[in-house]
């Protein structure tokens, strides 16, 4: 693998955060420039190692890069990789860590230097916390990494955002757009959604008899609201459907529990520890391929 | 803490095993012994060093027992316990650890000999896997137990109670079955539902796209599907309205998802992640007390 120079990750959080380390720890990337709003939190990434040096302006922090990742919220992540196609090199790739793509790829294709420059990206990594200070230089090593390149994706470009991908540890897949929505929706976004409902209907008397059960349904609700209204808005046609399948299953539990219907409650259970089981199994071959 | 003599277990698998495992490593009877169905099974609990020996007559297993833990599954706790009642000593104090409490207690207290040594009990503890091979000594270490006493339990058997699954390492708590119950569906059996069809609501083909908070929040659906038949069954009313609670908070969120509204899936957002950290920070608490 070559070297890359410099390295520029537009939003320094938790992801941003995490991409730096494994760059400078890995000397993955001969430098790596931070763009951020706050200059204190850029000074935080800097005594963290995340990143060599920060600004607050895109243009300046795009200027000398060979590759640029946008780790900002979904609804920004658009207008800033339009910002640094528009100032940075001819030979730029963009690449971003959205949890939602097809928005996002059709607005920067409206554009020529955008369309140019993007190959749309998902690690799917990430944790309930915020911020750099949470950040792990190991935190894509194995994980997925869905690449969402369309026909109008420079394919130079595309094995780029492989390498690039690769380096970090990920396991690149690619997929269109569309469908990366439409399987977030149910794998990623769907959960998000259960959690914090299933967080919401236990009241606070009830809470010091939580166990194991509540505490794991519930993990992801301690994410950040801002970040997942984002997400759920941007999905919401597919994360609708998704919503209109788990609903569909708790009430066929549901009817099976009021018609005291053991046995149909046992297969409808049997059914799901199957699915369960089939992750569990994925997740096994995947360690094994690594 | 005075050493108990015999203590017989009814139903050794992953909690019988566990609390055989306490019992033996801190050296807190003098006996264990094992009451199960199949003997092949009770010579693996034996091996694991779970028990002492076994046997598959509940008379001959609890002749010489000083405490006998029923932890068969929650539809037969009543009838073993009725039968250890009736066989055992004057002095003896049956407790169980099924996940449901009111109806195990009001059959149990139909009959006089149940009513003087039953004390109900739940210690908030276990897995998704079954089976005395993944039985732990640590299982119960800082634990909640609930107890169930009613007005017709005898307080020396309370107490009794109370120092038994302390000695397992357990914070014990008082409360009635009928609250018990209402709290556990909130807490326990909700979550296991949730998490099911969060399972089966995943198809196939989205799997390989699935990461942490899939991993997370469909954990116990890998639980057995007869156990939990059994105990949605033993819990219907109280859960019928804990899914009430839960179909609700997610109807809000589905109805905000649907208008468009920000502000509102944001707050509904806020709220349910207030839940989450106030049951963290109640875990906190539990540890610092530890």
Redesign the interface.
Known sequence: LEQLGTVAIVGVGLIGGSIGLALRAGGLSKRVVGVGRSTVRLREAQALGAIDEGTTELAQGVAEADVVVVCTPVTQIAADVQGAAAVGSDALLVTDAGSTKRRIVEAVEKHPRGRAAFVGAHP???SERQGVAHAQEELFEG??C?LTPTAATPPDRVRRARGFWSALGCRV?ELDPVAHD???A???H??????????????????????????????????D??L??AI??EN?AP??H??D??????DR??QA??D?D?AG??S??????A??????C??DIERIED
């Open positions: 799917l990594a990430g994980r997925v869905v897949v439409s399987f977030l149910l794998t990623s769907l959960p998000h959604a259960v959690a914090a409902a299933l967080a919401a209907a236990v009241p606070d008397e009830a809470l010091p008899l939580a166990a194991g059960a509540y505490r794991d349904g519930t993990r992801v609700a301690a994410s609201a801002g997942w209204t759920f808005l919401r994360l609708l998704a919503l399948r788990f609903n569909s299953q708790l539990f549901r529990l009021e005291h053991a409650i046992h409808w259970w049997e059914a799901a520890r699915h369960r089981r089939r992750f569990e994925l997740k």
